[in-house]
C-alpha cells in the first residue's frame, strides 16, 4: 500500500538557518505530493504541492522537488523565520484516492 | 482559494453524551468528505470517506456505530461521536474534495474534550 516516511523530528534551528526535511514515499502508480504545515492550535494548511516528476512546489520560500527516481519530496527552505515554527506533514495521494499523511516532523526556529 | 469550516472549533462534553462536528465547504461542493482524527504530537488517522446521499466507508478498527457519519447535502458533513468518553477526546479535522480538481481543502479540525 501506499506510505509515507519522513525524518524524526523535532528539529531546532537558529534564526535564519538552512531547513531540510526529509520524505520518501511509496505507492502504486504515480501519486501526487504535498507538504502541510500545521501551526499550534490550527488545522492543516496546504504548503505546497506537485502533481508529477520534476515539478517542483514553492511558496513562502520553501521549495520541493518531485523526484521520481529516489521517491522523494524533501521540504527546503533557505532561510528560516521564527514565525516558520510549526509541524510539517509530507503527504501523497494517487488519483480520486485518499490522503496518506507522513507522521510529521515538529520545528523550532529560535531567535 | 476554496474555504472549508468545522463547527463549533472546540467542545467540552460530559462522559456519555454525544456531540456532532458539521464539516462545510463554503464555496464549492463535494460528494466526498473525509474526517481525520489527529492525536497530541502525532499524525493524522483516516477515520472515514463521507459519500453524499450514500454510507461513509469506515477505516479499519473505527466504530461505524460509535462514530455516526452523514452526508445529507453536497456541502454538508456532519461526525456525531456518539456516548462519548474520555478517550474519544482528540482533534478532529475535516477535508473535502472538490472534484474538479481532485483537490482536497482541510478544515481548521474540532477540539473534543470528554470530561
Known amino acids: 500500500g501506499n506510505s509515507v516516511t519522513q525524518m524524526e523530528g523535532p528539529v531546532t534551528l537558529s534564526e535564519e538557518a538552512f531547513l531540510t526535511i526529509n520524505c520518501t514515499y511509496t505507492a502504486t502508480g504515480y501519486p501526487s505530493l504535498f507538504w502541510y504545515v500545521q501551526y499550534p492550535g490550527e488545522g492543516l494548511q496546504l504548503l505546497l504541492k506537485a502533481t508529477k516528476a520534476d515539478d517542483k512546489g514553492s511558496n513562502k520560500g520553501f521549495e520541493a522537488t518531485y523526484r521520481k527516481e529516489t521517491t522523494s519530496f524533501h521540504l527546503e527552505k533557505g532561510s528560516v523565520q521564527v514565525s516558520d515554527s510549526a509541524v510539517y506533514f509530507c503527504?501523497?495521494?494517487?488519483?480520486?484516492?485518499?490522503?496518506?499523511f507522513g507522521p510529521g516532523t515538529s520545528l523550532s526556529v529560535i531567535p | 482559494g476554496a474555504v472549508v469550516s468545522q463547527h463549533p472549533s472546540w467542545v467540552i462534553c460530559k462522559s456519555g453524551t454525544s456531540v456532532k462536528i458539521e464539516c462545510r465547504s463554503l464555496?464549492?461542493?463535494?460528494?466526498?468528505m473525509f474526517w481525520y482524527r489527529q492525536f497530541p504530537k502525532q499524525s493524522l488517522m483516516l477515520m472515514a470517506t463521507?459519500?453524499?446521499?450514500?454510507?461513509?466507508?469506515?477505516e479499519q478498527g473505527v466504530e461505524k456505530d460509535k462514530f455516526l457519519i452523514n452526508h445529507a447535502s453536497l456541502t454538508l458533513s456532519t461526525l456525531t461521536v456518539t456516548s462519548a468518553h474520555p478517550e474519544d477526546s482528540s482533534f478532529y479535522i475535516c477535508?473535502?474534495?472538490?472534484?474538479?480538481?481532485?483537490?482536497?481543502?482541510f478544515g481548521p479540525g474540532t477540539r473534543l474534550t470528554v470530561l
Open positions: 503527504a501523497s495521494k494517487t488519483s480520486y484516492d485518499k490522503v496518506i
Open positions: 463521507s459519500n453524499e446521499g450514500s454510507k461513509a466507508t469506515y
Open positions: 477535508s473535502a474534495r472538490a472534484e474538479a480538481t481532485d483537490t482536497q481543502y
Open positions: 464555496d464549492f461542493q463535494a460528494t466526498t
